[in-house]
């Protein structure tokens, strides 16, 4: 397979809406990858407060991508004209040896239940230089593009699974440790994956086509918009510690019991995203354990903690419908301890087995 790059012939040169939209790109990935390390505070969501290793890593990738728009358009016009061969190698290189770990770096910080490590993923990339430089010095495309191109869907591909089997791990985490589930879900990082897998192939198998070289252009504003608002709406969470906790009841505690006296009757469910180690220090138990205790009953805490909210919101409809008092079925959720009512419409419809309009039709 012959690869290509954009720029690559003269013709994208010419065309001054196409040089518009890369310099846009160009320029909106700057001022993005500025806003996000030199800025403090959000400005999308003010309320919450991201990673600060996913917001420097993001920065640094829209920063690099705007470099990369820069040298692409250098080495195109200005330098090594009279050598595209080498001069496609030398800037498939630097985009595949910069930009792809920074995007695998900006992925697994969005993970926040363990620490993952990135070296592997960096060191996977160095034959793709070595055989850059190999191609380079033999003048031979069969080294310094074939192969290296398939050298490194390979790494991708490997990573698209490893992300896979990371992003199950992480929502299983989430479950056993939080309630509401805003601004910490990421499966939308998995279409951002495919999205620049994407991307990618249309950068390195493009021959001059200029609707590939228009739809990587909007492609790149379209990452640039999604990465923006991700990492702005990801809450920083706590990961697990190194060192495990017990996975022994503190003695003379019943779970069963402090869980109805601490939690049920004095509803502490009620309050807006009461974690499993804060719930753990009212039971007087250890986070371990009491998440090994709602494995033994074949739930999770966020199962838990959500039964109980919503059986709190049938209470509270009977009684204003048995008063006639008019309430809105939202009011009645907040009230419940839910964030948002589309947590609440989907835990209800998962223990009730039906909507929640179609519940309050079956009651009235």
């Not at 290189?93 to 910080?109: E, H, K, N, S």
């Not at 109980?308 to 209470?315: A, G, K, P």
């Not at 809105?328 to 009512?341: E, K, V």
Request: proline share 3%.
């Amino acid at each position: 397979m012959r690869t290509f790059a954009p720029m690559y012939g003269y013709q994208s040169l010419q065309d001054f809406n196409f040089l518009m939209l890369y310099g846009g790109a160009a320029m909106l990935a700057l001022a993005a990858g500025l806003y996000l390390w030199l800025r403090r505070s959000n400005a999308i969501a003010p309320d919450v407060t991201p990673p600060r290793t996913l917001r420097r890593w993001t920065a640094a990738f829209f920063i690099t991508a705007a470099l990369s728009h820069v040298w692409w358009y250098v080495l195109g016009v200005h330098w090594m004209t009279d050598d595209r061969l080498v001069r496609n190698m030398v800037v498939i290189m630097l985009d595949r040896i910069t930009l792809v770990p920074l995007v695998v770096a900006m992925l697994l910080c969005m993970l926040q239940d363990r620490r993952r490590r990135l070296w592997p993923w960096v060191l996977a990339h160095v034959p793709v230089v070595v055989l850059t430089v190999i191609g380079i010095v033999t003048h031979n495309e069969f080294y310094g593009l074939d192969i290296v191109h398939y050298c490194q869907l390979t790494v991708i591909v490997i990573f698209i699974l490893y992300y896979i089997r990371a992003l199950i791990q992480y929502g299983r985490w989430l479950h056993e440790n939080y309630v509401d589930l805003e601004h910490k879900e990421v499966w939308q990082s998995l279409l951002f994956v495919i999205t620049i897998f994407v991307i990618y192939d249309l950068y390195t198998t493009n021959a001059g086509e200029m609707i590939k070289e228009y739809l990587a252009q909007v492609f790149t504003l379209v990452i640039i918009v999604f990465l923006l608002w991700r990492v702005e709406t990801l809450q920083q969470l706590e990961p697990m510690t190194e060192e495990k906790e017990p996975e022994v009841a503190p003695r003379g505690i019943d779970i069963g019991a402090q869980l109805a006296q601490q939690c049920e009757a004095r509803q502490l469910y009620l309050q807006h995203d009461i974690t499993l180690q804060q719930l753990a220090s009212v039971v007087g138990t250890n986070r371990t354990y009491l998440s090994g205790y709602f494995a033994q009953h074949g739930i999770t805490y966020n199962a838990y903690i959500n039964r109980l909210r919503v059986e709190h919101f049938i209470r509270l409809y009977r009684e204003s419908s048995t008063s006639s008092r008019s309430v809105t079925a939202m009011q009645l959720a907040q009230q419940s301890g839910f964030y948002s009512y589309s947590t609440f419409g989907a835990a209800f419809k998962k223990f009730m087995g039906i909507t929640v309009t179609e519940w309050m039709k079956n009651e009235s």
